[in-house]
Nanobody, 118 residues
Framework: QVQLQESGPGLVKPSQTISLTCTVSGDSIRDKFWNWIRQSPGKGLEWIGATRSGDHTYYSPALKSRISISTDTSKNQLSLQLTSVISEDTAVYYC????????????WGKGTLVTVSS
């Protein structure tokens, strides 16, 4: 049984940083592709970035200047930092597993809502 669980603060103030962690249970993050994806009513589903156990990392061109994705293989954790946030960064943030850099993703976390507001 494999589970992905997102965690982190649900409320972040503008100009600050969204910091999220995805904890993977029942599987190793090595030799897999791990994604951060978000969804909001205004933007729809948006791919943020992905990493292969931290060896290679790719970011969305629209967000890459503000994105940092990292892994902790000893803890089976995937982390996301999004800096200088604005209200439009409000979204449900998901982590997801795939067999390659692109779709499909076979496992998703339940997502966590992050609201950017003062």
């Amino acid at each position: 049984q494999v589970q992905l669980q997102e965690s982190g603060p649900g409320l972040v103030k503008p100009s600050q940083t969204i910091s999220l962690t995805c904890t993977v249970s029942g599987d190793s993050i090595r030799d897999k592709f791990w994604n951060w994806i978000r969804q909001s009513p205004g933007k729809g589903l948006e791919w943020i970035g992905a990493t292969r156990s931290g060896d290679h990392t790719y970011y969305s061109p629209a967000l890459k200047s503000r994105i940092s994705i990292s892994t902790d293989t000893s803890k089976n954790q995937l982390s996301l930092q999004l800096t200088s946030v604005i209200s439009e960064d409000t979204a449900v943030y998901y982590c997801a597993r795939g067999d390659d850099w692109g779709p499909p993703r076979d496992l998703w976390g339940k997502g966590t809502l992050v609201t950017v507001s003062s």
